[in-house]
T-cell receptor, first 116, second 112 residues
Framework: GAVVSQHPSRVICKSGTSVKIECRSLDFQATTMFWYRQFPKQSLMLMAT?????????EQGVEKDKFLINHASLTLSTLTVTSAHPEDSSFYIC????????????FGPGTRLTVT | QQQVKQSPQSLIVQKGGISIINCAYE??????FPWYQQFPGKGPALLIAIRPDVSEKKEGRFTISFNKSAKQFSLHIMDSQPGDSATYFC???????????FGKGTRLSVIA
């Protein structure tokens, strides 16, 4: 149990285009999902906290107009990178917290974004 | 106040040995302490977690030791195997719907 999927696993896009990444909790409902960014050999950097049915809470320094987050259901959250630039290239990982607990957090497999 | 300090940054252990990774925190509101294992190109996987009401938790070869007074917790991997070679992250959070605070990670290499 507690499986989180992400789609796509890898995406290459041209500078200036937008990319949408999906995060799904497959076998549980998640009232809260989190989006992280990870650079090579570094720790996870929290970008935003997403609660179902409400606006996401963004961490300081994260542009909310550039990284659009939608948590439309208890099993799906999406991250859209708008007008992507090469500096947005990174490993994006989502995680989901089951509605039954206020502690555990399960991560997806990540999405490698490359902007050319 | 929000930091979780993790050490060592990297660790090399012989096959069959014990791997020990340590974390320290300052925020006394933290009451959930998980460890995650991450392989290259993959998302972190929840390995084991502890709450402050116990001082130790064991799951298979993995043990968390927790010292509330010292505000420290550690991960012990017994009989370390080459397949354990990965990056390990400690984390902490207070109760409620708040994000985890992660340590910087430890790259473990288990050599035969």
């Amino acid at each position: 149990g507690a499986v989180v999927s992400q789609h796509p696993s890898r995406v290459i896009c041209k500078s200036g285009t937008s990319v949408k990444i999906e995060c799904r909790s497959l076998d549980f409902q998640a009232t809260t999902m989190f989006w992280y960014r990870q650079f090579p050999k570094q720790s996870l950097m929290l970008m935003a906290t997403s609660n179902e049915g409400s606006k996401a809470t963004y961490e300081q320094g994260v542009e909310k107009d550039k990284f659009l987050i939608n948590h439309a259901s208890l099993t799906l959250s999406t991250l859209t990178v708008t007008s992507a630039h090469p500096e947005d290239s990174s490993f994006y990982i989502c995680s989901a917290r089951p509605a039954r607990t206020s502690y555990e957090q399960y991560f997806g497999p990540g999405t490698r974004l490359t902007v050319t | 106040q929000q930091q979780v300090k993790q050490s060592p940054q990297s660790l090399i252990v012989q096959k069959g040995g014990i791997s020990i990774i340590n974390c320290a925190y300052e925020n006394t509101a933290f009451d959930y302490f998980p460890w995650y294992q991450q392989f290259p190109g993959k998302g972190p996987a929840l390995l084991i977690a502890i709450r402050p009401d116990v001082s130790e938790k064991k799951e298979g070869r993995f043990t968390i030791s927790f010292n509330k007074s010292a505000k420290q917790f550690s991960l012990h991997i017994m009989d370390s195997q080459p397949g354990d070679s990965a990056t390990y992250f400690c984390a902490a959070s207070p109760s409620g719907n708040t994000p985890l605070v992660f340590g910087k990670g430890t790259r473990l290499s288990v050599i035969a």
